[in-house]
């Protein structure tokens, strides 16, 4: 079975641009020789690959990556574009902005010449590069453009992934994790479907742990979130949530969260933190799912109106609740990494929060850390600002 991406249209500017600019990377090494690429690839190394790394132990993205793309031309010439990007959004240096858009022009280019022999490419590779791609994307400010997530569909619904330890499944889990940040943002079902045939192996470490609930997330957000979606009836609800409070009930210890009063003493926020970041992310995802379940949850009979009040106050302390856990855990993280895969969670459960200080102090840290991630957060922070709790 064969996929194809969708037609992709290529720059004749970036594509000279290259040929006449800057070193091709149809040669790594040799690419690899100039100054300039040697900086944005170690500044990938240093402060990017983490992102992607961020429940991952084996450290896929930061030390297997840069090796096999110092052998593929498409990892390297991706690596190139995001790091290109990311730089001159952090530094401000328009210098980096060609350069970044010049090699992911390359890098479409490769995929449209790999996906004529779909069959022979390197899969995991190409997973691994199009995770990249996406995240050049984003921080390019094209958040709902869909190119490569839609290709990068068409490649995952042609193959079986079997969810072990290498590059594959990382780039996998990856690529799930963008899907989940961009249909938070964007309040819609994923790009991929996701079955129980696909759930992951019952989790017996951390990295399980946060990978199931991943899994979990995506099949709330799919359900729940869909255009097309029915409501969910009762059964259907309750077993969704039986899946959430058995995985929670199995948590290790090692997650659970530190509180330390007075630790951020200008906060308004809890201040509550992890040993590891994956906790923190782990912890993000299983709240977002529970108030997804909550705002979906079917009344299990007809309600009078004074029942209806107190049905929705439950709803707004439940909803706060989670709010305030995953934009506590977030501030107090002081994590690049954490705050890149938080912003889906914190987007999509922010206006939950009740109190005007706890917004606009959660709209700065919002503004800090995209700032310091070269990530666009304008459209969080504008609905954060302009929206009114809709339960207040």
Avoid at 77 to 85: C, K, R, T
Avoid at 124 to 147: F, K, M, P
Avoid at 169 to 180: F, Q, T, V
Avoid at 304 to 314: F, G
């Amino acid at each position: 079975m064969s996929a194809r991406f969708p037609p992709l249209s290529l720059d004749p500017d970036a594509t000279a641009n290259l040929e006449r600019e800057y070193p091709s990377a149809q040669a790594p090494e040799h690419a690899l020789q100039d100054p300039q690429v040697a900086r944005i690839f170690r500044h990938y190394m240093e402060s990017l690959a983490a992102w992607y790394d961020l429940n991952d132990s084996r450290r896929h993205f930061e030390d297997i990556v840069p090796i096999r793309a110092r052998y593929n031309p498409l990892l390297l010439s991706a690596i190139l574009a995001f790091s290109a990007a990311n730089l001159h959004h952090t530094r401000g240096d328009h210098s980096y902005l060609e350069l970044a858009e010049t090699y992911h022009y390359d890098s479409v280019r490769r995929l449209i010449s790999l996906m004529e022999n779909i069959d022979q490419l390197p899969i995991g590779e190409t997973l691994a590069a199009i995770c990249l791609l996406r995240s050049h994307e984003i921080i390019t400010q094209n958040v709902s453009s869909q190119r490569h997530l839609q290709g990068c569909y068409s490649l995952l619904a042609s193959r079986h992934v079997h969810l072990t330890a290498d590059l594959l499944s990382a780039g996998y889990w990856n690529y799930l994790r963008e899907d989940i940040t961009v249909a938070l943002i964007e309040h819609r079902g994923l790009m991929i479907t996701l079955s129980d045939q696909d759930a992951p192996p019952q989790p017996t470490d951390d990295m399980d742990f946060a990978n199931y609930i991943t899994f979990l997330l995506g099949q709330v957000i799919n359900r729940c979130l869909a255009v097309d979606s029915p409501p969910l009836g009762v059964l259907e609800w309750e077993a969704l949530k039986a899946d959430l409070d058995q995985w929670k009930s199995a948590l290790p210890p090692s997650f659970d969260a530190i509180e330390t009063p007075g630790l951020r003493l200008q906060s308004n926020f809890p201040s509550r933190w992890t040993l590891r970041s994956w906790h923190v992310s782990t912890l993000h995802y299983y709240h977002t799912a529970m108030g997804i379940l909550w705002l979906a949850q079917p009344a299990a009979r007809p309600l009078k109106a004074l029942q209806r009040i107190d049905d929705v106050d439950c709803l707004r302390r439940k909803l706060d609740y989670h709010a305030t856990e995953i934009c506590a855990l977030a501030i107090s993280s002081e994590s690049a990494p954490v705050w890149v895969n938080a912003f889906g969670p914190v987007a999509f459960c922010g206006t939950w929060l009740q109190g005007t200080r706890r917004r606009v102090e959660l709209v700065e840290e919002i503004e800090k850390w995209g700032k310091l991630a070269g990530w666009p957060v304008s459209i969080i922070t504008n609905a954060l600002s302009s929206s009114t709790n809709t339960l207040s």
